[in-house]
C-alpha cells in the first residue's frame, strides 16, 4: 500500500509540471487601421512590463482547413522578430505584396507565435507565448471600407454582416 502512495507522490509534481504555465494562451486584440486589422497583444502587468517578442503572425481562414491566408515569420523573412508593446499592433499583410485581401462575410482566426523576454532580475528565462483570436471582415454601412471585428472562435456566425463592429473608424 506504501508504494502506490509513494508513486503517486513522485507522479503529481511531473504530471504538473506538463501542464501550461499560466499566461501562455491570450487573446489576441484586434484593431482596424483603415479597413485593415491590425493585430496586437492584450494590455496586462506582463505585456506593458516586458512587451513579448513575436516571432510569427499567421491568419487562417476558418472554414479552409487551417493552411494560412497570409503568414509572416520574422526570422525566415530575413527581418528582426519586432517586441510588441499592447500600444502597437502589426497590420495584416504589412510588407508583403503577396498578402490577399480580406473577404467580407469570411471568419479568419489570428495566432501570433512568441516569447517573453524574461522578467527584469531572471534574465533568460523567456517563456513561450501565443496570442489568438477571430474575427469577421464586414462591410460598414455607408462608409464603403471593411473593418475587422472581434468574434468568439466559437460562436456560430447567422449572417456574412451579423456581427456589430467594434472601434470601428
Known amino acids: 500500500m506504501q508504494l502506490p502512495v509513494a508513486l503517486l507522490g513522485l507522479l503529481l509534481p511531473m504530471m504538473a509540471s506538463g501542464a501550461s504555465p499560466p499566461g501562455r494562451y ?5 484593431q482596424d487601421r483603415d479597413g485593415v ?3 496586437g497583444v492584450p494590455d496586462t ?3 506593458r512590463s516586458n512587451a513579448p517578442i513575436i516571432a510569427r503572425v499567421s491568419v487562417t481562414d476558418s472554414g479552409a482547413g487551417g493552411a494560412p491566408v497570409w503568414e509572416h515569420i520574422f526570422l525566415r523573412s530575413g527581418t528582426a522578430e519586432p517586441a510588441l508593446p499592447p500600444s502597437q499592433c502589426l ?3 504589412h510588407g508583403d505584396a503577396s498578402a490577399p485581401a480580406l473577404r467580407v462575410g469570411t471568419r479568419y482566426e489570428v ?4 516569447y517573453t523576454p524574461g522578467t527584469p532580475g531572471k534574465q533568460g528565462e523567456a517563456q513561450k507565448r501565443v496570442f489568438g483570436s ?3 471582415v464586414v462591410d460598414v454601412a455607408g462608409k464603403g471600407v471593411m473593418t475587422s471585428v472581434i468574434a468568439d472562435c466559437a460562436t456560430v456566425r447567422t449572417s456574412p454582416t451579423a456581427p456589430v463592429p467594434q472601434g470601428a473608424r
Do not use: N
Open 37 to 39: 486589422p491590425c493585430f
Open 91 to 93: 497590420v495584416y499583410g
Open 45 to 47: 502587468r506582463e505585456t
Open 26 to 30: 491570450l487573446s489576441a486584440t484586434i
Open 134 to 136: 477571430c474575427f469577421d
Open 111 to 114: 495566432v501570433m507565435s512568441g
